[in-house]
């Protein structure tokens, strides 16, 4: 089956072609360097990259995977949450593609796709058969979730953040140090050669029993610091150090809550997904301590972490298989929409469209 699917749901304007499981192609046309001198997402001007770039995307997308629009079998898109101009750029665009080619349609959730992307490469289809019951992180400049997966698209919402995401504290720490955005590969980058115990962050609702999270906290004592410290932004070396600390606070709260979480409902595997996996840090830590907690460990490959459409078309496939899509004129964009409306019983993946 072919499936042409969208992704605008806020700074990345992004077209896939899957093919049974396969990803033909996925571009992703990132408008980073927009959005760069306002040091972060600015809603009417993405709108306006994505209007100038869903054009050329679809086509090289046609292109590169060598396939014409009356091949197409399937349209997706992502329905929700997001910025809603920006979402419905490239939900209308596979509206109209799907009702031109009178094709079936779905729109999805973009959590929904980041949840599941960890069993997806995109080389191959995604082995649906082999998800465990297991407690999944998703880190995003967006959000922050722990989810109890029990099985393909049944899946219940455990926690969530109280205000700032992993992404955003990674992005406005750095954006206090003076470092471009998206601050999170750079933190990353400079992470690398500092020394994680130079400076002592706070380590926020660690000690909580709860599955949330809170990261503004920490991004008020590294102003403090900074205002403290105001020669330190002089000093590469400094820098480097400054990174690794705040990293290490970060990534030591999303692992150790995501274990903890596992333990207490018992499950041996644990995923991860969204643009924050991309760190390596992050991804090391998770490594070792699934290893130390004889736990299965799922990472989204580092290409499908960050917003792409080639996630939403994997997932549109299991829709698919399963019946489950739309008439073209029954959707629209959901702007908020919590991932636990959908998902949450074993008939939700038959009703929530
Ligand atoms: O999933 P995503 O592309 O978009 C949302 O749905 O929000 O995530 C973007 C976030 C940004 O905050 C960005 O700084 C962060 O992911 N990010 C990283 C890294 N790469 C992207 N954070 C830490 N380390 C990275 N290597
Ligand atoms: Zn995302």
Redesign the pocket.
């Known amino acids: 089956m072919n499936i042409l699917a969208f992704e605008t ?2 700074d ?1 304007t992004s077209v896939a072609l899957v093919r049974d499981g396969v990803l033909l192609s996925n571009v992703v046309v990132s408008q980073i360097d927009t959005h760069r001198e306002y040091g972060g997402v600015v809603p009417e001007m993405a709108t306006r990259e994505h209007l100038q770039n869903i054009a050329p995307v679809i086509e090289s997308v046609f292109r590169d995977s060598k396939t014409s629009p009356n091949e197409i079998e399937g349209v997706a898109a992502t329905r929700g949450p ?1 910025l809603p101009p920006a979402l419905m750029i490239g939900f209308r665009a596979a509206q109209g593609f799907a009702f031109a080619l009178d094709c079936p349609f779905v729109g999805l959730h ?1 959590h929904e796709a ?1 949840l599941y992307s960890p069993w997806m490469n995109g080389k191959k289809p995604a082995d649906w058969d082999s998800i465990l019951p297991s407690v999944s992180l998703i ?5 922050t979730l722990l989810v109890q997966v029990d099985a393909p698209l049944r899946h219940k919402v455990l926690g969530t953040t109280m205000d700032d ?4 504290c ?2 406005k720490v ?1 954006k206090l140090i003076g470092l471009p955005y ?4 750079q ?3 400079l992470a690398r050669s500092g020394n994680a115990f130079a400076y002592d962050f706070p380590r926020p609702m660690l000690g909580d029993l709860s599955d949330d999270f809170s990261f503004s906290g920490l991004k008020t004592s590294v102003r403090y610091f900074l205002e403290k410290n105001p020669k330190l932004r002089e000093s590469e070396s400094r820098i480097r150090d400054l990174c690794a600390s705040v ?1 290490a606070a970060i990534v030591e709260v999303l692992v150790a809550k995501t274990i903890r979480a596992a333990r207490r409902l018992g499950r041996k595997c644990i995923s991860a997904s ?3 996996i ?5 991804r090391s830590a998770l490594k070792s301590a699934c290893a130390q907690h004889e736990m299965q460990l799922r990472l989204s490959p580092p290409e499908l ?3 792409n459409a080639g996630m939403v078309g994997l997932l549109a496939e299991l829709y698919f298989k399963a019946g489950n899509f739309a008439s073209v004129n029954d959707d629209d964009i959901r702007s908020r929409w919590p991932l636990d409306e959908i998902g949450t019983n074993p008939e939700a993946s038959q009703t929530h469209l």
């Open positions: 749901s806020c990345e997001g973009h980041h880190a995003s400049g967006g959000h995401a992993a992404g955003e990674f992005d750095a998206p601050g999170g590969p933190i990353d980058r990293q969204g643009g924050v991309r760190n390596r840090g992050l972490c960050t917003d």
